[in-house]
C-alpha cells in the first residue's frame, strides 16, 4: 500500500493492479502468488467482490505478458523478429473466417465471429465490449487500461460512429457483443472463443481458403487494423488516434500498433474533445517533433476521401 500512497493514488483495484506490476517484475513465480492473493484478498474485504474480479483479470494479463518474456528473453520482440505478429486483420481475410463461424452455428462460434467483424471497425479492447454502450451514434467506452495518472485517456472514452463507414453487420455484430458480455468476464470468455477461431483457421487454411499465416490470427489483431484505419484517416499529431485508442500517449499507436500502410478503409469513429483532451500533451508534442523529423505530413487524411464501395460484402481477392 506504502507503493501507491507515495504515488498520490486512490487506493482502488487499479492503482493495486500497478502495484502489482511494479514490485513483482523480478520476483519468483511462488512470490508473485502471494502478491497476487494477498492484494485480491485485501480488495475483497475492504473494497467490493466485483473490483476483486476486475484486479484478478488484469493481474492475469500481467502474468501472462510476464511469462512471455521469461520464456524467450526478449519478449514482444522475439516474435516479431520471428514474424507470428500479424498486427492487421484484412476486411476479406475476416469476413471469410466470420462467415465459417457463423456457420458453425454455436454460440461461442457466433460471438468469435461476431468479435472479429466488430473490432476492426470500433476498436475496443476485448475486455471492453461488457463496459460501453451505444447510444444513437454515441458510442461511450469504459477504459479497461485506466488508472489515474498512469495509463488510459481518463475512465471513460467517448466516440462518434459515422454509420456510413459501418455495414449494418458490423453494427449488429457489435450490439450482440455487448448483451453478451454483460456479466461476464474476457478471461472466462476467451478460454471458449479461442478455441473457436484456432478451429476455423485450421479448416479454412486445410481448404486453401486462406494463406497459412492467418494461423497466428488473434483477436487482437482486429484492434491492430482499427489503429491503421485511424492513422490514414485522424489527425495523430491532435491526439485524435490516442484519443479512438483510449491512450493516455500519443506516441504508443504509433509504435505499438497496425501500420498505416495496412489501412483499407476510413475509420468509423471521431473521438470527442474530452477524449482528446485527456492526450497527454507532451507526447502529442514528441509526436509531432518525430513526425516533422522524418518528413511526414502532420497530419495526412489518406483515406478521409476513400471511394465508396458495396460494403458488407466479401471482398474480391
Not at 457463423?102 to 457466433?110: F, H, I, P, Q
Not at 491532435?238 to 489501412?263: I, P
Request: proline share 3%; glycine share 6%.
Amino acid at each position: 500500500m506504502e507503493w501507491v500512497k507515495t504515488r498520490g493514488m486512490n487506493l482502488d483495484w487499479r492503482a493495486l493492479v500497478a502495484a502489482y506490476e511494479a514490485l513483482t517484475e523480478g520476483l519468483r513465480p511462488s512470490s508473485r502468488r502471494q502478491y497476487r492473493a494477498a492484494l485480491k484478498f485485501w480488495i475483497e474485504r475492504f473494497r467490493a467482490m466485483q473490483d476483486a474480479l476486475l484486479f484478478t483479470e488484469a493481474a492475469a494479463d500481467i502474468d501472462r505478458a510476464w511469462r512471455s518474456r521469461q520464456r524467450t528473453g526478449s519478449g514482444e520482440g522475439s516474435a516479431r523478429r520471428n514474424n507470428t505478429l500479424l498486427r492487421q486483420m484484412p476486411e476479406a481475410v475476416r469476413r471469410r473466417i466470420a462467415y465459417h463461424l457463423y456457420g458453425v452455428g454455436t454460440v461461442y462460434a457466433l460471438m468469435a465471429g461476431d468479435l472479429l467483424l466488430a473490432t476492426p471497425v470500433l476498436g475496443l479492447r476485448p475486455k471492453e465490449w461488457g463496459c460501453c454502450s451505444i447510444e444513437g451514434d454515441v458510442l461511450r467506452v469504459q477504459n479497461s487500461k485506466y488508472i489515474k495518472d498512469l495509463r488510459a485517456n481518463g475512465e471513460v472514452r467517448t466516440l462518434t460512429i459515422d454509420r456510413e463507414q459501418v455495414a449494418a453487420d458490423e453494427m449488429e455484430a457489435a450490439q450482440r457483443l455487448i448483451l453478451w458480455m454483460q456479466g461476464r468476464t474476457w478471461d472466462a470468455a476467451r478460454t471458449k472463443l479461442q478455441p473457436r477461431l484456432k478451429a476455423a483457421l485450421k479448416s479454412l487454411i486445410d481448404q486453401g481458403l486462406i494463406e497459412r499465416k492467418w494461423r497466428h490470427l488473434r483477436f487482437y489483431d482486429g484492434r491492430h487494423q482499427f489503429s491503421a484505419e485511424a492513422k490514414a484517416t485522424l489527425e495523430a499529431g491532435k491526439g485524435e488516434v490516442a484519443a479512438v485508442m483510449g491512450h493516455s500517449s500519443a506516441l504508443t499507436a504509433v509504435h505499438h500498433y497496425g501500420r498505416r500502410r495496412r489501412a483499407e478503409r476510413p475509420s468509423a469513429v471521431q473521438p470527442s474533445a474530452d477524449s482528446v483532451a485527456a492526450v497527454k500533451a507532451k507526447t502529442i508534442d514528441r509526436l509531432n517533433k518525430i513526425m516533422q523529423r522524418r518528413g511526414e505530413k502532420v497530419p495526412e487524411h489518406s483515406l478521409r476521401q476513400a471511394p465508396e464501395r458495396n460494403r458488407g460484402a466479401l471482398p474480391s481477392e
